[in-house]
Nanobody, 124 residues
Framework: QVQLVESGGGLVQAGGSLRLSCAAS????????MGWFRQAPGKERAFVGA????????PYADSVKGRFIISRDNAKNTAYLHMSKLIFEDTAVYYC?????????????????WGQGTQVTVSS
């Protein structure tokens, strides 16, 4: 059974930083691309960024470019979302996802497995 567990969310002041983790079990993330999405209240799930299987491709949404970085540690079977210079508009539930392909993707339906999400709240 595949499980993705996000952690690291919480309340942070604007301008601050957080690091989210996505720990996988039941599969090896070394075979897969990983993605991060977020969903704010009343809005659709939105692409944040992704990382290819080899780590060489890391596309990001324009809204987070220069502030967020995605990384992966295949030995720990874990992906990370490093968030800095947080703003109020970053407040959302953040989800990680696994795509059973090498290349990253930016739409939710291209991912095969999802975590339960972790809340990030940025106070202004």
């Amino acid at each position: 059974q595949v499980q993705l567990v996000e952690s690291g969310g919480g309340l942070v002041q604007a301008g601050g930083s957080l690091r989210l983790s996505c720990a996988a079990s039941g599969l090896s993330i070394s075979e897969s691309a990983m993605g991060w999405f977020r969903q704010a209240p009343g809005k659709e799930r939105a692409f944040v960024g992704a990382i290819s299987r080899g780590g060489g491709l890391t596309p990001y949404a324009d809204s987070v470019k220069g502030r967020f970085i995605i990384s992966r540690d295949n030995a720990k079977n874990t992906a990370y979302l490093h968030m800095s210079k947080l703003i109020f508009e970053d407040t959302a539930v953040y989800y990680c996802a696994v795509r059973a392909r090498a290349s990253p993707a930016s739409t939710p339906d291209e991912y095969d497995y999802w975590g339960q999400g972790t809340q990030v709240t940025v106070s202004s």
